[in-house]
């Protein structure tokens, strides 16, 4: 496959201005916390570094690197990019910023009365699974893929939904760490099932769902999000849709991007699950008092 994909040539493989996207918010983020950063406020710890870079070398390859190009070839490649966008990058994020750049962003005049009700943890918790599971309706994904403006504009709103969600989860303003840790649990679990009928949707279908993969027209349109226009033209006579690429099935890559959705799910929630269920354990027995050394036992 790697070779066909050659074809679309370098800028849709690799986005060159992606990547000088990405380095931007890098050298932003290291500016801000380093040459820019005010008397009192924190240096980035070593672990927050790793965090946030970590977290920009995860975008561009799910955003910038080949795997975009073939997220709109393969349905199976969109679920996977889909799970580490909403689900993993904004935790790498969130937990990566210093907690002073947080503070500026949700004390801020404008955005404090807004923020505080959007990150109210159950609203959170629907807007984010409602906003997914409605993006992969056929009709919307369809919209969303044929067209630029609204494909940048949706995603990169469930985005937000998706970094207010997480927030209920690992904000360090104490203002805003509203659930207990096994609150935050049942949190995460409660992600898990409101999920599952947008995966269940597409592994059980017993047809093809969206015209971006069946529909030679419908295909090209969506590939022009990510290949040069003059680039696409040169090979409109040549493909005939994603099925040049790949030889499996329609049907068993649209089921295979749902379970990979899910387990990929499953696994971040359940690494967080007992994260957060250990760290709470051993604060609590920490609480405890040992028994005097000189007591004796009967």
């Not at 800028?11 to 290291?30: C, E, K, N, T």
């Not at 980035?44 to 975008?59: E, H, R």
């Not at 975009?68 to 990019?81: E, R, V, W």
Request: hydrophobic content about 50%; glycine content about 6%; charged content about 15%.
């Amino acid at each position: 496959m790697w070779l066909e994909l050659q074809i679309f040539g370098f800028r849709a493989l690799w986005s060159p201005y992606y990547l000088l996207f990405v380095l931007l918010i890098s050298a932003f983020y290291f500016y801000i916390t380093g040459p820019k950063r005010k008397t009192g406020e924190k240096p980035p710890t070593m672990g927050q570094q790793v965090y946030f870079y970590s977290g920009m070398l995860l975008l561009y390859i799910i955003k910038g690197s080949p795997v975009d190009l073939m997220s709109h070839i393969m349905f199976t490649a969109h679920m996977t990019q889909m799970a580490l966008y909403y689900l993993l990058f904004p935790i790498l994020v969130i937990k990566g910023t210093p907690k002073w750049i947080w503070e500026k962003v949700f004390y801020a005049p404008v955005l404090k009365p807004i923020l505080k009700v959007l990150t109210t943890p159950l609203i959170s918790l629907v807007l984010f699974n409602g906003l997914f599971s409605l993006y992969h309706m056929p009709v919307v994904f369809d919209y969303a893929k044929s067209n630029e403006i609204a494909h940048a504009v949706i995603t990169t709103f469930i985005l937000f939904t998706a970094f207010v969600m997480w927030w209920s989860v690992f904000s360090p303003i104490k203002e805003y760490d509203r659930l207990s840790p096994i609150l935050k649990i049942g949190f995460i679990f409660a992600n898990g099932v409101l999920i599952t009928p947008a995966c269940g949707l597409i592994i059980f279908a017993e047809v093809p769902l969206y015209a971006t993969f069946t529909e030679s027209g419908a295909w090209m349109q969506a590939m022009t999000l990510c290949v040069p226009p003059d680039v696409l033209s040169g090979l409109s006579g040549s493909l005939s849709g994603p099925e040049y690429f790949t030889p499996m099935p329609l049907m068993e890559d649209q089921q295979l991007g749902g379970i990979i959705m899910k387990i990929t799910q499953e696994i971040i929630f359940g690494i967080l699950i007992a994260r957060i269920f250990f760290g709470w354990f051993n604060r609590e027995s920490d609480r405890i008092d040992p028994l005097p050394a000189n007591m004796q036992t009967e």
